[in-house]
T-cell receptor, first 112, second 112 residues
Framework: SQELEQSPQSLIVQEGKNLTINCTSS?????LYWYKQKYGEGLIFLMMLQKGGEEKSHEKITAKLDEKKQQSSLHITASQPSHAGIYLC????????????FGQGTTLQVKP | DAGITQSPRHKVTETGTPVTLRCHQT?????MYWYRQDPGHGLRLIHY???????DKGEVSDGYSVSRSKTEDFLLTLESATSSQTSVYFC???????????FGPGTRLLVL
């Protein structure tokens, strides 16, 4: 089983709707990263969370870290077609090693 | 743009042949990584490097070797390619003092 589990694996939403993607770790999190990937391209860094309760926003995307649950959520408000892509969470599960473990990704489609 | 290029961007090869992928960065960062991305698995770390001639294995290193004779280049070699190594390969750098890794555009490798 994956050390980082993302849910859902895929998501189709109507433009303008809100959505949430979750990333749950089986181990202690030392840092949780969110990336976005468009098909055929590299990963684009969105944000990093390090402390329990931390919340960060980037345009209409907000991510939170729940240290006790070893979980992070990524919330998109008023989705747009430009939000479509694959969202990946990554984490350093071994403590500041720089070696990231990734979830399997969540594919998001936004219908106009 | 983190100044990372990968070459080739696409390659088709036959089982049993050696293949070398190149990652090139322009800013002399110490830390470089090779990942592979496969459906259902997210990204998995193959090898990484802390500096010239200083490399170590990641979670899926079998069948791969790396070399770093210059700061700017990190080479990934498949000594005898197998069909299970068909994948998309990403290189990443982690600049000192920053909170994240930056990824290259990827190389699509098909082993027939």
């Amino acid at each position: 089983s994956q050390e980082l589990e993302q849910s859902p694996q895929s998501l189709i939403v109507q433009e303008g709707k809100n959505l949430t993607i979750n990333c749950t770790s089986s181990k202690t999190l030392y840092g949780l990263y969110w990336y976005k990937q468009k098909y055929g391209e590299g990963l684009i860094f969105l944000m990093m969370l390090q402390k329990g309760g931390e919340e960060k926003s980037h345009e209409k995307i907000t991510a939170k870290l729940d240290e006790k649950k070893q979980q992070s959520s990524l919330h998109i408000t008023a989705s747009q077609p430009s939000h479509a892509g694959i969202y990946l969470c990554g984490a350093d599960l071994r403590g500041n090693t720089g070696k990231l473990i990734f979830g399997q990704g969540t594919t998001l489609q936004v219908k106009p | 743009d983190a100044g990372i290029t990968q070459s080739p961007r696409h390659k088709v090869t036959e089982t049993g042949t050696p293949v070398t992928l190149r990652c090139h960065q322009t800013e002399n960062h110490r830390y470089m990584y090779w990942y592979r991305q496969d459906p259902g698995h997210g990204l998995r770390l193959i090898h990484y490097s802390y500096g010239v001639k200083d490399t170590d294995k990641g979670e899926v290193s079998d069948g791969y070797s790396v070399s770093r004779s210059k700061t700017e280049d990190f080479l990934l070699t498949l000594e005898s390619a197998t069909s299970s190594q068909t994948s998309v390969y990403f290189c990443a750098i982690h600049p000192d003092g920053t909170e994240t890794q930056y990824f290259g555009p990827g190389t699509r490798l098909l082993v027939l």
